[in-house]
């Protein structure tokens, strides 16, 4: 069957499971955010922390860097272009909130799920004592 990922995908929930049992939910229960695929090509994810703080002290360029960093620790964004073979979905990132991840490629396993909803999963750091899976599940936002 083929997987059809063309559209905006609303986040449901973000789990990683350790392969010693741990699970965590990096931001928390509350979550919101998207990944779009287009026809053409390009993609775009941004997840964040639901309610996140506000800063206190200046501004966005200016505010102290602890309020800069519990920011950047809350928030998850990158795009680029995406290619689909099988259930693997390939992210081409060009840009990334994580530097590390620019010009380099993030791969996904699709699973489409009974309700309709799809998984994108990564193996993370395998052959560590941090290796899990990172479980993402979406849903479709509707077409008005």
């Given at each position: ?41 390009d993609?775009?994810v ?39 073979d ?24 699709v ?34």
């Amino acid at each position: 069957m083929k997987v059809d990922v063309v559209g905006r995908w609303d986040i449901v929930t973000f789990e990683q499971a350790y392969d010693d049992g741990r699970r965590v939910l990096p931001f928390g229960e509350h979550i919101e955010g998207f990944v779009r695929y287009v026809e053409d090509g390009d993609m775009i994810v941004f997840i964040a922390r639901k309610e996140r703080a506000h800063f206190v002290q200046g501004g966005q360029w200016n505010a102290p860097d602890v309020e800069k960093a519990a920011a950047y620790n809350s928030v998850l964004s990158y795009a680029g272009r995406w290619t689909l073979d099988g259930d693997v979905v390939t992210h081409h990132v060009d840009f990334s909130v994580f530097p590390n991840w620019v010009g380099g490629v993030q791969k996904r396993k699709v699973r489409v799920l009974e309700n309709g909803d799809i998984a994108l999963e990564a193996r993370l750091e395998a052959d560590t004592s941090e290796a899990r899976t990172a479980r993402l599940v979406w849903r479709r936002r509707p077409t008005k």
